[in-house]
Nanobody, 116 residues
Framework: QVQLVESGGGLVQPGGSLRLTCAAS????????MGWYRQAPGKPRELVAT???????NYADSLKGRFTISRDNAKNTVYLQMNSLKPEDTAVYYC??????????WGQGTQVTVSS
């Protein structure tokens, strides 16, 4: 099994920054990529950014330039640096990890609220 644990969410003012962290544990060799999705109230879950084990990244077009995904493979951790945050970025952010044989795994989610 693989476990994903997110941290770093919270309340931030518009224009501020946050960094989310997702640490993977367990059978990490199952993981083929790690990434972030988000879900705002009343909306479907949407892609934020992903990074493969080889370092290839994929971003939602609307977030390019403000959000940056990175990984520390030695720590089995993925980060999401979020800058110039807007109220519309308010959502629950979920860590995601596709695997070889366990399907797509999800963390428990961390709330990000952008408000003055």
């Amino acid at each position: 099994q693989v476990q994903l644990v997110e941290s770093g969410g919270g309340l931030v003012q518009p224009g501020g920054s946050l960094r989310l962290t997702c640490a993977a544990s367990g059978n990490i060799f199952e993981i083929t990529a790690m990434g972030w999705y988000r879900q705002a109230p009343g909306k479907p879950r949407e892609l934020v950014a992903t990074m493969t084990n080889g370092g290839a990244t994929n971003y939602a077009d609307s977030l390019k330039g403000r959000f940056t995904i990175s990984r520390d493979n030695a720590k089995n951790t993925v980060y999401l640096q979020m800058n110039s945050l807007k109220p519309e970025d308010t959502a629950v952010y979920y860590c995601n990890a596709p695997t070889w044989s366990l399907g797509h795994l999800w963390g428990q989610g961390t709330q990000v609220t952008v408000s003055s």
